[in-house]
């Protein structure tokens, strides 16, 4: 009889991307893989080759498994007491913050359990990188009192209910993953708060079963779970052949997120004037280029005056106002995410030339372009 790895996967419940990601992996290696624990079944005692787990620290399965210790295994989540694949948690705060600002918003929210490292870690990341361009965060702690120990849905809904009355808006709320953003999403509904022109709301993991079918639908950043499974799975694998034990957890990138109504803080939809949302539209599509505002109104079919008025209206800036924010948002990515001398940055982002751009950009953000990139590149 033909021998192949005997693998087991632990996980409290099935995660799509992340189990396609492992599964794929263990169909390529030719392993035998039993990921029933998923769907709630008992995990039997037997020799294993191999275990990857999904558990987080403190589930008493992973403990026995941990003090067993006569396979290797690897953690798709953070744990000191064996190798892990994890998310870039950092990158997955900073990446949505980076969305919300260039959404527009200008008042930001953090819902997150201080209790627990990976959601505390990307809320200090989103904080971080929204102190960088000098606005504010509001933290939403949902982590249970010592007494407590555990914190019922209904206490937490009240909670967020309170603090998303006082909070200043239009405001950007980041969730640290799409089911509890879905129960943010209910509570801003249930309190008549227009989502996303009240409260703009972000999950994170990109989980097709729920964000597709909220209203509106629901904003994600993409965590690529299924890298995570794949890497993990890749890295068992180097084990068994006798790897060294990597010395750091290995960090996987989010690939960004997938921008839906929840965060469509200019949903052009919902925009009533139809010059201002082909003004808005001509804006984005041709704001790298040296366009005017007589242009954007050429482009409206309609006179530079009336199309001034209305966009006041309807956008909350002038013409000219939301071309140079796009430009800057654009700018901004180009800093942080390419190694583009501040004069290509210019011409690419539409400001032109190298001078003008960087007064522009202090004149906004208070630092010049290359103290911006020294302070939010990794």
Not at 69 to 90: F, N, Q, R, W
Not at 97 to 107: D, L, P, T
Not at 223 to 232: L, Q
Not at 246 to 269: C, E, F, H, N
């Amino acid at each position: 009889m033909e021998k192949h790895h005997n693998i087991l996967f632990l996980s409290q419940y099935y995660t799509e991307n992340l189990h396609r990601g492992v599964a794929q992996y263990a169909l390529e290696a030719d392993w035998h893989l039993n990921a029933a624990s998923a769907r709630g079944y008992p995990v039997p005692e037997f020799k294993w080759s191999g275990i990857i787990s999904s558990l987080f620290p403190g589930n008493r399965f992973l403990e026995n498994f941990l003090k067993n210790g006569s396979a290797p295994m690897v953690s798709l989540t953070k744990t000191i007491h064996c190798p892990c694949v994890i998310s870039d948690h950092e990158a997955v705060g900073r990446c949505g913050a980076e969305h919300f600002i260039e959404q527009g918003y200008q008042n930001f929210a953090f819902y997150f359990k201080e209790s627990d490292w990976h959601e505390k870690t990307r809320f200090h990341a989103f904080k971080s990188k929204l102190n960088s361009t000098l606005h504010r965060c509001y933290p939403i702690n949902y982590t249970p009192t010592p007494r407590a120990r555990t914190q019922s849905v209904e206490v937490r809904i009240r909670m967020l209910r309170r603090v998303l009355s006082r909070i200043p808006k239009p405001v950007a709320l980041m969730v640290p993953f799409d089911c509890l953003a879905v129960e943010a999403l209910d509570v801003c509904q249930d309190m008549g708060l227009h989502v996303p022109k009240e409260v703009g709301i972000l999950g994170v993991n990109n989980d097709a079963l729920i964000c597709g079918f909220t209203r509106p639908a629901l904003s994600s950043v993409d965590d690529d779970e299924y890298r995570i499974g794949y890497e993990g799975a890749a890295l068992l694998d180097r084990l068994m052949r006798g790897a060294r034990l990597p010395k750091r957890p290995v960090l996987i990138q989010p690939k960004g997120v997938v921008a839906r109504k929840s965060t469509d803080l200019l949903d052009l939809t919902e925009v009533p004037d139809r010059y201002v949302a082909k003004a808005v539209r001509f804006i984005t599509e041709h704001y790298a280029e040296p366009i005017t505002t007589n242009e954007v109104a050429l482009a409206a079919g309609v006179s530079k005056g009336m199309l001034q008025s209305r966009f006041t209206e309807h956008i909350g800036c002038t013409i000219h106002e939301q071309i140079e924010k796009k430009r800057l948002n654009h700018a901004k990515r180009l800093l942080t995410e390419t190694d583009l001398k501040t004069s290509s940055i210019a011409i690419e982002s539409g400001f032109g030339s190298r001078e003008r751009f960087s007064k522009r950009f202090k004149q906004i953000t208070g630092v010049t372009p290359m103290e911006y990139r020294s302070s939010n590149t990794r």
